[in-house]
């Protein structure tokens, strides 16, 4: 697994601990970096978003990813599972 793939959640990771948001990160990524090989190749990220997070994480992260804010809002209002993948 190219090092590329296990460092591309790093920074979305990294924002939702500087916002303070609870988060999780599981998938073959994080399986392979616990020493666990799969076949597959994607990254599953659950996060406690609240909308007070939503303008800071888009804005932390909109130049390197694409973050659709209104989707996000609808998420963190909702409660709903987000699950960005790994390209």
Known sequence: MSSHL???PTPVLSVFTELGARHFEGGSVASSADG???ASLD???VA???SVHVRP???ALQDAY???EARVQAA???GLL???RAA
Do not use: W
């Open 57 to 59: 994480f888009v804005a």
């Open 82 to 84: 987000v699950r960005p």
């Open 6 to 8: 296990m460092t591309a």
């Open 48 to 50: 406690e978003l609240e």
């Open 76 to 78: 963190a209002i909702r």
């Open 43 to 45: 990254v599953d990220v």
């Open 36 to 38: 666990v090989a799969r």
């Open 66 to 68: 694409f973050v659709d």
